[in-house]
């Protein structure tokens, strides 16, 4: 990729040409004019002379991609910038394996007052069992150590942790020798946070929104909340994407006070307001026990309590939004729903755009509720790619006929619901290609969908889901959101062929998208653009 540029301006008008633009203003367009920050015109080759000499910069794309930028609909961005700079322990194959990774990192880090980790699974490990304390306390030192579960909804830390939060061992889901879950865990993350200084909070910041930009995503949905992260980490922050070049960031604060949320600069009281936990961690919330254990996790809000935050968001003009994986929880949600549905009338909920996240374990009644009330699904493919299939995690939590039901994108798209497709890094790592193939290559036939889809539900879907729907999408008028990418062949990708699918004939003037066959490597950034200012790449990529 090559340019040529005139002298920098606030404003600078772009034309890039020679190479592929997904636009549906034009299926084969092949060049793209961008002026004071939005797209201005998208066509062939032969009419991008026309501008050729009225820009102030023209690249040469040498046959490269451009796409909207993508959005990233589900982030903890402080928490995905420690895990990029800090212990990681997302790719420990054991718990022999994770110990040496915490005895490594803990002796490198001598000056640190805390130690932070997170991304254990005990599920993949033969050992088949989390870290125990004691065996923490001695690979640590006896320092402070907080090392979360993968799913991020249990924790386990040492002694010297434990000691500096007063009454833990007598809040709700603290058991002794077990990994800590609900109000224990939000305690013992809330005294290792609170030691970050605001400097290390800031650098982790600016390594997660590096990162993301070097993946094409323009815009990320920040999900905090008390339960989640502090104030000052929220609107930290989101002045730093204002202050900075990077990923725009859109703030969603999970608390049921909803002028807090507003006052913190949220865009909804919404994201992570936890109506139940994890699968992972037995603490999402089920109609009937899970297979290998004998309850049915944790509900966290009631009909009651959704209904009454549902009516507060709606009346306050801020979107409400809730986590709600298990089917109990889902139920929960939208039994309240419809009761502010009821209280306030069913057009004034459905405008207001409310969410639901993760959104798992869905039932034909529950699909057809999330459409009936216009809700969001901001859901997160690579779960099933990383946990879904005959022999994973969902499968031994709820055995195989359970898991099968869950994450059913293709019914959901079928009844009109609305999905915005995110990673809750650093749950699962940022990766939007990998995102879009994660759901076009769903390991449950029944539940894929088409590349296209999964590529709007992780662009223009996120743009939705905040309520904008004139963007997301290369046509003009839109922002200038995009991304330069080097791949192979475009292919129309359907990978299955009981997916309801557009034609794969040339002639329909359907743009293509990269081949996302698992085993083809996925495209590379070589620039990605907000707003018409370049946040990641620069002259020859």
């Given at each position: 990729?090559?340019?040529?540029?005139?002298?920098?301006s606030?404003?600078r008008?772009v034309?890039?040409r020679?190479?592929?633009?997904h636009?549906?203003?034009?299926?084969?367009a092949?060049?793209?004019?961008?002026e004071k920050?939005?797209?201005a015109?998208?066509?062939?080759e032969?009419?991008a002379?026309?501008?050729a000499s009225?820009?102030?910069?023209v690249?040469?794309l040498?046959g490269?991609?451009?796409?909207p930028a993508?959005?990233?609909?589900?982030?903890?961005t402080?928490?995905?910038?420690l895990?990029?700079t800090g212990l990681d322990?997302?790719?420990?194959?054991?718990?022999?394996?994770a110990?040496?990774?915490?005895r490594?990192?803990a002796?490198g880090?001598?000056?640190d007052?805390?130690l932070?980790?997170?991304?254990?699974?005990?599920a993949?490990w033969?050992?088949?069992?989390?870290?125990?304390r004691d065996?923490l306390d001695?690979?640590?030192?006896?320092?402070p150590l907080?090392?979360?579960r993968?799913d991020?909804?249990?924790?386990?830390v040492?002694?010297a942790?434990?000691?500096r939060v007063?009454g833990?061992?007598?809040l709700?889901?603290?058991r002794d020798?077990?990994?800590?879950t609900?109000?224990?865990?939000?305690?013992?993350?809330a005294a290792?946070?609170?030691t970050?200084?605001?400097?290390?909070?800031?650098?982790a910041q600016?390594?997660?929104?590096r990162h993301?930009?070097?993946?094409g995503i323009?815009?990320?949905?920040?999900?905090?909340?008390p339960d989640?992260?502090s104030?000052?980490d929220?609107?930290g922050?989101?002045?730093?994407?204002?202050d900075e070049?990077?990923?725009r960031?859109?703030?969603y604060w999970a608390?049921?006070?909803v002028?807090?949320a507003?006052?913190l600069?949220?865009?909804g009281a919404?994201g992570?307001?936890?109506a139940?936990?994890?699968l992972?961690?037995?603490?999402?919330?089920?109609?009937e026990?899970?297979a290998?254990?004998?309850?049915?996790?944790?509900?966290?809000?009631d009909?009651?309590a959704?209904?009454?935050?549902?009516?507060?968001?709606?009346?306050?003009?801020?979107?409400?939004?809730?986590h709600?994986i298990?089917?109990?929880?889902?139920?929960?949600?939208?039994d309240g729903?419809r009761?502010?549905a009821?209280?306030?009338?069913?057009?004034?909920?459905r405008?207001?755009r409310?969410r639901?996240?993760h959104?798992?374990m869905l039932t034909?009644?529950?699909?057809a509720?999330?459409a009936?009330?216009?809700?969001t699904?901001s859901?997160?493919?690579?779960f099933?790619?990383?946990?879904g299939?005959?022999t994973?995690m969902y499968a031994?939590r709820?055995?195989?006929?359970r898991?099968?039901?869950?994450?059913?994108?293709?019914?959901?798209l079928r009844?009109g619901?609305?999905l915005a497709?995110?990673?809750?890094?650093?749950?699962?790592p940022?990766d939007?290609?990998g995102?879009?193939?994660a759901a076009a290559?769903?390991r449950t036939p029944e539940?894929?969908?088409s590349?296209?889809a999964?590529f709007t539900a992780?662009?223009r879907?996120g743009?939705?889901?905040?309520?904008?729907d004139?963007?997301?999408?290369?046509v003009?008028g839109?922002?200038?959101?995009?991304?330069?990418?080097r791949?192979?062949?475009?292919?129309v990708?359907?990978p299955d062929?009981?997916?309801?699918?557009w034609?794969t004939?040339?002639?329909?003037?359907?743009?293509?998208?990269?081949?996302?066959t698992?085993?083809?490597?996925l495209p590379?950034?070589l620039?990605?653009?907000?707003?018409?200012h370049t946040?990641f790449?620069?002259p020859?990529g």
């Open positions: 990729m090559t340019e040529r540029t005139a002298p920098q606030e404003h008008t034309l890039l020679g190479g592929e633009v636009s549906p203003a034009d299926p084969f092949t060049a793209m004019v961008v920050g939005h797209v015109w998208v066509g062939s032969g009419a002379d026309a501008f009225g820009v102030d910069e690249v040469d040498e490269a991609l451009v796409t993508f959005t990233d609909a589900h982030v903890h402080t928490a995905t910038g895990a990029l322990l997302s790719g420990a194959a054991s718990l022999a394996e110990a040496a990774l915490v490594a990192y002796d880090r001598p000056g007052r805390i932070i980790g997170h991304g254990w699974d005990a993949r033969p050992e088949a069992r989390a870290p125990r065996e001695e690979l640590t030192g006896g320092r907080y090392l979360t993968i991020v909804h249990s924790a386990v040492t002694t942790l434990l000691d007063p833990i061992r007598s709700a889901g603290f020798g077990e990994p800590l609900g109000d224990a865990h939000h305690a013992v993350r290792a946070y609170a970050l200084s605001p400097q290390q909070r800031t650098e600016r390594a997660a929104l993301a930009a070097s993946l323009g815009t990320l949905h920040e999900c905090g909340g989640i992260s104030e000052d929220f609107t922050l989101l002045q730093l994407a204002r070049p990077g990923p960031v859109v703030g608390d049921r006070d002028e807090r507003r006052a600069g949220a865009l919404a992570d307001l936890f139940d936990g994890s992972g961690s037995h603490t999402a919330c089920l109609h026990p899970y290998d254990a004998g309850h049915t996790g944790a509900a966290h809000l009909a009651d959704v209904a009454s935050h549902v009516v507060a968001c709606t009346e306050a003009g801020l979107q409400a939004g809730f709600a298990g089917d109990a929880a889902l139920t929960a949600v939208l729903v009761a502010a009821d209280k306030l009338g069913l057009a004034r909920v405008a207001a409310h639901v996240e959104a798992e034909p009644e529950t699909i509720a999330f009936e009330f216009g809700l699904a859901v997160q493919p690579a099933d790619a990383a946990w299939g005959e994973g031994q709820l055995g195989a006929e898991a099968r039901t869950l994450n059913p994108y293709a019914a959901l009844a619901v609305p497709f995110g990673s809750d890094s650093p749950v699962t940022l939007p290609w995102t879009v193939r290559f769903h539940h894929r969908i590349a296209r999964a992780h662009t879907g743009w939705r889901a905040v309520g904008r004139d963007a997301g999408v290369l003009p839109a922002p200038a959101d995009y991304a330069v990418w791949t192979g062949e475009l292919v990708q359907a062929d009981r997916v309801a699918r034609s004939d040339p002639r329909s003037g359907t743009p293509g998208l990269p081949d996302l698992p085993g083809h490597d590379v950034c620039r990605t653009v907000v707003s018409g946040v790449g620069g020859n």
